[in-house]
Each structure stands twice: as C-alpha cells, then as structure tokens.
C-alpha cells in the first residue's frame, strides 16, 4: 500500500464567505493542537475526524449576548386562585384534632 493513502490527514481549503475549513484527523490534531487553535484564532474553522467522519469542529468563539442565554430568562410563575400552600397546611393543623 502506497504511504500516501494510508496517511489520514487530509487539509480541505474551502472558501466559503471568506472562511478556511481545514480538515484533520484525530491524531493529527492531537499532534499538532497548537497550531490549529492558531488557525482557529485567524478565523479559520478546523474539523478534527476519526476513522474519516466528522467527530468535532472546533471554531472561533463568540460570546453569546446575555439576554439571549435561556437559564438566564425569568421562569414562569404558578399561580393558584385562593389560598396559599402554607396557609392551607398551617390551617389543616389548627383544625387537627390532637390526642
């Protein structure tokens, strides 16, 4: 078997909107981590694969805005007409007949 087949590494140039996709196996990104998070930071994307599918892509981050985070939103409030909780609980006891 030719080298060259075997050798999973694969670097795809795809110009979309301005934006370099590079490809790359699993161990090469292992091996090489430190550049490609320097690719990462001019703005280029990198998809890390194993055994040829796509198991990561890994791209520039970008801060979300604060408003937009869900877990950050006001919850929904239940409300009951009539009694609170506690004040049902704390009159069943005052009419509980003790021994």
Known sequence: MRL???????YI???????????VSFTEFRRNASEFFSDVESGHKVVVL???????QITRFSPEPADS?????P??????????LSSAILEDRDHEDLF
Do not use: C, E, F
Request: charged content about 20%.
């Open 4 to 10: 060259d087949i075997l050798y999973i590494v694969m």
């Open 13 to 23: 140039n795809v110009h979309n909107m301005g934006l370099v996709m590079k490809t």
């Open 50 to 56: 194993r055994h040829g599918k796509p198991i990561a």
């Open 69 to 73: 985070l869900s877990w950050k939103q």
């Open 75 to 84: 919850g929904l409030r239940l409300a009951v007409k009539g009694m609170s």
